[in-house]
Nanobody
Framework: VQLQASGGGLVQPGGSLRLSCAVS????????MGWYRQAPGKRREWIAA???????NYADSVKGRLTISRDNAKNTVYLQMNSLKPDDTAVYYC?????????WGQGTQVTVSS
């Protein structure tokens, strides 16, 4: 089972995007979910996490600009991205925390450029 993120695109610096990731219930229910990203030439990194109860945690690089949320009724996790910077350009993925290799999907490309 691969988790498919969606909602990426091209946005200008300072702009916003909202990413979504719909997940099957067996993967989502009562599990901590996260967002990760991989910039060109860099390793994949964790950026945001949310527990089943809604507690969140963020990497310092995105704190205050990105917001993770989840809709337990829809088995969906979201990433609201505001004040985007060129350094946020990357492929964004969702997965559980800790991640499972078999859940990595193709991700969604976010490009921040003027």
């Amino acid at each position: 089972v691969q988790l498919q993120a969606s909602g990426g695109g091209l946005v200008q610096p300072g702009g916003s995007l909202r990413l979504s990731c719909a997940v099957s219930g067996s993967i989502f229910n009562s599990k901590t979910m996260g967002w990760y990203r991989q910039a060109p030439g860099k390793r994949r990194e964790w950026i945001a996490a949310i527990t089943s109860g809604g507690s969140t945690n963020y990497a310092d690089s995105v704190k205050g600009r990105l917001t993770i949320s989840r809709d337990n009724a829809k088995n969906t996790v979201y990433l609201q991205m505001n004040s985007l910077k060129p350094d946020d350009t990357a492929v964004y993925y969702c997965n559980r925390i800790p991640f499972r290799y078999e859940y990595w999907g193709q991700g969604t490309q976010v490009t921040v450029s003027s």
